[in-house]
């Protein structure tokens, strides 16, 4: 089974990499995780940009 954690984000720069850290630490093997950004201006989708970068699949 796939489980999908939706995040709807707006301006969470500072602790957007903590959220998708606590949803990767979750006791589930195939997870996906959706993070929609709501036009951020505080550099959100950098810090997902760098992120997703350091991730393994």
């Known amino acids: 089974m796939k ?3 939706v995040i709807p984000v707006f301006n969470e720069r ?3 990499e903590q959220i998708v850290n ?3 630490a979750a006791p589930v093997e195939n997870i996906e995780i959706i993070v929609v ?3 951020s201006t505080d550099g959100t989708q ?3 940009k760098d ?3 350091t991730m393994a699949d």
């Open 51 to 53: 992120k997703i970068s």
């Open 3 to 5: 489980v999908s954690v």
């Open 22 to 24: 606590a949803v990767r």
């Open 37 to 39: 950004d709501d036009a």
């Open 46 to 48: 950098d810090v997902l």
């Open 14 to 16: 500072g602790t957007i």
